[in-house]
């Protein structure tokens, strides 16, 4: 049973920070092909913010390019974002995500590098984190 658990959301003021872990569990980490973080808004759409390949290689979206830092610890088995200059725009749920098909995998990150984070292309989520800014 595959699962992803989230921690260290909070409430911080404008140009404060946060750091996000996603605990993985049930599966062989370095099947993890792409990792990612989503956030959703209230009234908005899940967006995605960042992910990482099973190589290290990282996309951000436009909006935290810059702030936000995505990183994965094999030791662990688990997903960070470190997340810098925060602005009230940030306050979301921040979801972890996992795509553990090597193909899929590949093909999911491959599209965030132009620019595409698809929700349907990662299998396994946690259960998400608030994050406010204020």
């Known amino acids: 049973h595959v699962q992803l658990v989230e921690s260290g959301g909070g409430s911080v003021q404008a140009g404060g920070s946060l750091t996000l872990s996603c605990a993985v569990s049930g599966l062989d980490y370095s099947d993890t092909y792409c990792m990612a973080w989503f956030r959703q808004a209230p009234g908005k759409e899940r967006e995605g913010v960042a992910d990482?390949?099973?190589?290290?290689?990282?996309t951000y979206a436009s909006p935290v390019q810059g702030r936000f830092t995505i990183s994965s610890d094999n030791t662990n088995d688990s997903l960070s974002l470190q997340m810098t200059s925060l602005k009230p725009e940030d306050t979301a749920i921040y979801y972890c995500?996992?795509?553990?098909?090597?193909?899929?995998?590949?093909?999911?990150?491959?599209?965030?590098?132009?620019?595409?984070?698809?929700?349907?292309?990662?299998?396994?989520w946690g259960q998400g984190t608030q994050v406010t800014v204020s």
């Open positions: 995500a996992a795509n553990y098909g090597l193909k899929t995998g590949r093909a999911a990150c491959a599209r965030a590098r132009v620019g595409i984070f698809r929700i349907s292309d990662f299998s396994a």
């Open positions: 990482i390949d099973s190589v290290g290689s990282t």
